[in-house]
């Protein structure tokens, strides 16, 4: 979901939550594991440009230098816009079809082969959703978030994660620890009630015309590893009370 209704972004903060009633705001999942490193993501930003460059070589020579560079630097992340907004979609169409609202009988080109890949999963295991696109909070750690779905399956109850991107990433491991450690959940009204003890964590991995159910193995280890996320984000935000009086001197 691109916006959460509790949410809102905050320039320099990332996603933050405010409750309705109590006027507390807390990071969000998302933005506290936004810390971590990701390796990956300059080999792949660097093999965007280079493909969008070499596709358009021709029309990029007759434009002014800066004009090339621009279109260049910005491609990667046209791109990951442009799958970032399916996934957007998806999640919605998901969300009103659980949530009993009115759905459009059709879908749009792109989306449609996901959500065939997700009518074949609810046909396969049959799903008794509880909720969909859930606010959570955790007033100890100090964190909130959105979880994608609570449903009961084969007798137990999951709470899960959709994810439609290429591949399934150990993030999401640390981001359904979060989920699931959550204190309460926090409707739009501002009331709140406990959130129930979850049986398992999974990611469902919808990609066109198919799907896999991942469990996500529930440790102390990795739900640890996201509150060092936490204290990390928050020291980062302080950092600039790391250092003291500065002196200094020039060398003529």
């Not at 080999?43 to 560079?69: F, I, M, N, T």
């Not at 442009?82 to 080109?109: F, K, M, N, Q, W």
């Not at 066109?208 to 996320?229: D, G, M, Q």
Request: hydrophobic residues 40%.
């Amino acid at each position: 979901m691109t916006a959460p209704v509790l949410a809102r972004q905050v320039f320099g903060a990332g996603r933050v939550y405010r409750h309705p009633r109590t006027g507390e705001e807390a990071p969000s999942i998302t933005t506290i594991l936004g810390v971590l490193d990701k390796p990956a993501l300059p080999r792949w930003a660097a093999k965007e440009a280079a493909e969008y460059a070499a596709a358009h070589w021709d029309a990029l020579g007759a434009l002014p230098e800066r004009d090339r560079v621009k279109l260049i630097k910005a491609a990667p992340w046209d791109r990951s816009g442009d799958a970032a907004s399916i996934g957007d979609r998806v999640h919605d169409h998901i969300d009103r079809l659980v949530s009993g609202e009115p759905t459009t009988a059709s879908y749009e080109p792109e989306v449609q082969p996901f959500m065939t890949a997700f009518d074949d999963f609810v046909d396969t295991w049959r799903p008794e959703f509880r909720m969909s696109e859930f606010t959570v909070w955790n007033r100890t750690v100090g964190y909130a978030g959105t979880g994608d779905f609570l449903a009961c399956i084969g007798g137990q109850l999951i709470l899960g994660d959709h994810k439609t991107g290429k591949g399934v990433y150990a993030e999401a491991a640390l981001q359904l620890h979060a989920l699931a450690h959550a204190e309460v959940i926090v409707y739009p009204d501002g009331s709140e009630e406990p959130l129930p003890q979850v049986d398992r964590l999974a990611v469902l991995h919808l990609r066109p015309n198919k799907w896999e159910l991942i469990e996500v193995h529930r440790t102390p280890e990795t739900w640890a590893a996201f509150k060092s996320a936490a204290l990390l984000y928050r020291w980062k935000r302080q950092e600039h009370t790391v250092f003291g009086t500065r002196r200094s001197g020039t060398v003529q």
